[in-house]
């Protein structure tokens, strides 16, 4: 099974609201990263966030980790039509993990 | 700047074809270097790893391979295609001991 799960599966808002994703994962980490993916298109780096911090900010992005729930959530703020993309939570070192994704989708 | 190239874009095989994906690294020495397969609406199943010339590391027991002829060229092939090989395969790249990686724009493969 994944290490990483996000949550929701899919997620539409209007722009200007805000947009929260969440990502469980199974064994203890050194660090999760997150990721974002526009349609048919690479994977672009986010954020990375260390087992010891429990919360980190990048621009519009927050980023906070639980390590004793296991999990990270990503909020965006603000945010904008060009932040529908599909986002990635990942774990591990060179074995890296990726869940399945959180597709957001922003109306304009 | 370092740039990651990978090609082709889009490939349309038949069954039991053979397969050659390349992936290039510029303006970086001694990357980590990394081949996924993503299926549609699905996320990235790491397939394979390297960490130097040579050095290939198979996640997933199957009928694709990797080899690494040189520092930052990474090529995944197949000599027989099947129909289950269809996906998206994304490259990346990561500086040596650190952990945030890189993708190219991947390629998406279609078998037929």
């Known amino acids: 099974s994944q290490q990483g799960e996000e949550d929701p599966q899919a997620l539409s808002i209007q722009e200007g609201e805000n947009a929260t994703m969440n990502c469980s994962y199974k064994?203890?980490?050194?660090?999760l990263q997150w990721y974002r993916q526009n349609s048919g298109r690479g994977l672009v780096h986010l954020i990375l966030?260390?087992?010891?911090?429990r919360e980190k900010h990048s621009g519009r992005l927050r980023v906070t980790l639980d390590t004793s729930k296991k999990s990270s959530s990503l909020l965006i703020t603000a945010s904008r039509a060009a932040d529908t993309a599909s986002y990635f939570c990942?774990?591990?070192?060179?074995?890296?993990?990726f869940g399945a994704g959180t597709r957001l989708f922003v109306k304009a | 700047s370092q740039t990651i190239h990978q090609w082709p874009a889009t490939l349309v095989q038949p069954v039991g074809s053979p397969l050659s994906l390349e992936c290039t690294v510029e303006?970086?020495?001694?990357?980590?270097l990394y081949w996924y397969r993503q299926a549609a609406g699905r996320g990235l199943q790491l397939l394979f790893y390297?960490?130097?010339?040579?050095?290939i590391s198979s996640e997933v027991p199957q009928n694709l391979s990797a080899s690494r002829p040189q520092d930052r060229q990474f090529i995944l092939s197949s000599k027989k295609l099947l129909l289950s090989d269809s996906g998206f395969y994304l490259c990346?790249?990561?500086?040596?001991?650190?952990?945030?990686?890189?993708f190219g724009p991947g390629t998406r493969l279609l078998v037929l």
């Open positions: 990346a790249w990561s500086p040596p001991l650190q952990e945030t990686q890189y």
């Open positions: 064994t203890s980490i050194n660090n």
């Open positions: 966030i260390r087992s010891n911090e």
């Open positions: 990942a774990t591990g070192g060179f074995k890296t993990i």
């Open positions: 303006g970086t020495s001694n990357p980590n």
């Open positions: 390297s960490v130097g010339i040579g050095q």
